[in-house]
């Protein structure tokens, strides 16, 4: 649970509204994520380790005050009715309790231990292993929109529930500068020096984890160590222009060099993106338009959400 709570709200910023304890615990704890390959598949493991050893320094009687008991009063909704909110989590241990070994039990009872856990009755268990699969796309999208409510300006939230099992390979979106890069010498936009078409990297100018997304119109190449020390910051607004002149350019290249179909992908991923007319690339103004629109206003957006922002690149950051 904190794991996956950690990747909503730590990696993807959204918030899990006003009241929410998990996320701030987990915020003040000292987890070594920078700098991750997040969809590799031993993260979440070794970030469920750092969890675990810093256990000692959780509140969990902050976060078990409620969540186990009230899971429960749905089950138990006549004998808690009317109870003062200091007696509910008591009676629904002991409603709980006493129903395990009746016809209709609930799902699990509360058990004080030492360490409190939860035990599920064999019934309810059989059922949730028969069902996993539905019951898990169920509890996904009632968390989506639990989600989308609590942030209605986050874009591509039904995507924000987990990592990435993998990221894409950007295949075309690689062509496409590949392309430019045969036909004029690109700098990289933060440092100023030439990129090599053989060693650079496609830099994501509004970080992935914000758009969550792979479109030629966010991707730019840059210096491979300019890509590593960016990370998931949001580039000052200084970089802007000259991010909107490659782009620019990198189209006009596109339009007179690229395979019919590698031209179609990326002409429809400018156009989608940007809300641009697709037909005619010739007159670049409504792209440098869009590009001045769309940027800062979603820039905004993720700055409210908690991403770095205003980042610069200096030389000694190498």
Same mark, same amino acid.
């Given at each position: ?109 509360? &058990?004080? #231990?030492?360490?409190?856990? /939860?035990?599920?009755? $064999? ?5 949730? +292993?028969?069902? @996993?699969? *539905? ?117 006009? &290249?596109? #339009?007179?060099?690229?395979? /019919?179909?590698?031209? $179609? ?5 400018? +156009?989608?993106? @940007?809300? *641009? ?42």
């Amino acid at each position: 649970m904190l794991v996956h709570t950690w990747i909503i709200s730590g990696y993807y910023r959204l918030s899990f509204g006003s009241n929410d304890k998990l996320s701030s615990i987990l915020s003040a704890l000292s987890l070594d994520t920078a700098g991750a390959s997040l969809s590799a598949p031993k993260f979440e493991s070794r970030l469920e380790d750092q969890i675990r050893e810093s256990f000692g320094t959780i509140d969990l009687a902050e976060i078990q005050r409620y969540a186990p008991y009230r899971l429960l009063r749905p089950f138990l909704t006549d004998e808690t009715r009317g109870l003062p909110d200091g007696r509910v989590n008591k009676k629904i241990q002991e409603c709980a309790k006493s129903s395990f070994s009746s016809e209709k039990p609930v799902p699990y009872i509360i &058990v004080d #231990k030492g360490d409190s856990y /939860i035990e599920l009755h $064999e019934h309810w268990y059989a059922c949730f +292993a028969r069902h @996993l699969k *539905i019951l898990m796309e169920w509890t996904d999208w009632h968390l989506t929109s639990y989600l989308q409510r609590r942030n209605p300006n986050a874009p591509a939230i039904a995507g924000k529930l987990y990592l990435p099992k993998r990221r894409r390979q950007l295949h075309w979106q690689r062509r496409l500068w590949t392309t430019v890069f045969k036909q004029a010498q690109v700098r990289c936009i933060y440092s100023n020096e030439v990129i090599s078409r053989d060693q650079f990297h496609l830099d994501h100018y509004l970080p992935w984890s914000f758009v969550c997304h792979d479109e030629a119109w966010n991707l730019i190449p840059v210096a491979p160590t300019v890509n590593l020390v960016k990370s998931n910051a949001i580039p000052s607004p200084r970089y802007l222009s000259a991010f909107i002149d490659l782009q620019a350019r990198a189209l006009s &290249v596109a #339009k007179d060099y690229l395979s /019919i179909k590698d031209w $179609e992908t990326v002409s429809l991923s400018y +156009a989608a993106g @940007l809300r *641009i007319d697709s037909s005619d690339f010739s007159d670049l103004e409504p792209l440098r338009r869009s590009f001045q629109e769309t940027i800062p206003s979603l820039t905004l957006i993720a700055k409210r959400m908690g991403f770095v922002s205003d980042w610069e690149f200096h030389s000694n950051e190498r």
